[in-house]
């Protein structure tokens, strides 16, 4: 991807630098409401912000340390800048152009684990979107997991592409689609409920093949193969399978493989947001 000396987002909070802090007990039990709100919308904040607050009077303090950041991570650093600049122009563009204005979120850089509105959270639970206080949160050292314990290819792309589909969980924030699909998800069986996720996961994935539309003009050969391969590599039914050796279809939040990879390449292929509706057509 072409991205070198081009803007970088004022929305962005390095906190790679800073070991220590508040270390959340139990911060696995946090991480897992984490995913939850990334799955189910606001709604689910605001229900669960008392649960939060015990889990966090049982944290314990210690010592703030700054850390300096090697070449290597600067430079990571001002590429997933940059790429969030990108997500802000094509948003503003895409909802100016259906009468709406975007209201930018914020991305926050960390290492290890971290503090936000939805609780605290650890690299284990992956790159997120907190609805809370409106903000992604990615390890950067995620990506390298992603490559050599599930096999993605790697590259820039697959950063961009993640963090595309981040972004694009703050966007159903803002139309109404995540609290939407919580009350949806009101009284249905669990697998009912994991399907409605799934939607939601997989239009993700179509916003981030959407913003790779409009973005064409930074794209370089072979970045969309990245992107693909990523999306294989965090398929339901490729973790599971990892993971457990066999997959258990009733049991998807995200979708599979083949699903990520066609709303993605729907997204990116036709760049037209009203063609994003997984909900009419994974739910038949």
């Known amino acids: 991807m072409k991205w070198q000396g081009r803007r970088k987002s004022d929305n962005v909070e390095d906190r790679r630098g800073i070991s220590g802090g508040q270390v959340a007990v139990g911060g696995g039990i946090i991480g897992i409401i984490v995913l939850l709100l990334n799955v189910f919308g606001g709604e689910n904040a605001k229900m669960l912000t ?56 914020k991305m926050v850089l960390f290492t290890g684990q971290v503090q936000t509105a939805c609780g605290g959270a650890t690299s284990a639970s992956g790159p997120f979107y907190c609805p809370g206080d409106k903000k992604v949160y990615m390890d950067l050292d995620f990506f390298e997991e992603l490559r050599t314990r599930f096999g993605a290819k790697g590259g820039d792309f697959a950063i961009a592409y993640v963090i595309a589909h981040e972004v694009g969980h ?15 998800q009101a009284g249905k069986s669990e697998a009912q409920a994991n399907k409605l996720s799934v939607c939601l996961e997989l239009q993700a994935d179509f916003y981030a093949g959407l913003w790779s539309h409009y973005n064409q003009k930074y794209i370089e050969e072979g970045d969309i193969e990245e992107a693909l391969s990523a999306a294989h590599a965090v ?14 279809p009733e049991s998807f939040t995200h979708g599979t493989s083949a699903q990520r990879i066609k709303w993605f390449t729907r ?17 038949d």
Do not use: C
Not at 170 to 184: A, E, I, N, P, Y
């Open 235 to 248: 398929g339901d039914d490729a973790i599971q399978s990892k993971m457990q050796g066999h997959v258990i």
């Open 170 to 184: 703050h966007v159903q924030t803002l139309l109404g689609t995540s609290g939407k699909v919580r009350q949806l």
């Open 50 to 105: 008392p649960v939060l607050e015990q889990m966090q009077q049982g944290q314990q303090s210690a010592p703030t340390e700054q850390v300096e950041l090697t070449p290597e991570q600067k430079e990571l650093g001002d590429f997933a800048a940059t790429v969030f600049a990108d997500t802000e122009d094509v948003w503003h563009k895409i909802f100016k152009e259906n009468g709406m204005t975007y209201e930018e979120p």
């Open 267 to 283: 997204g990116f292929k036709t760049g037209d947001i009203k063609l994003g509706d997984t909900f009419a057509e994974e739910l």
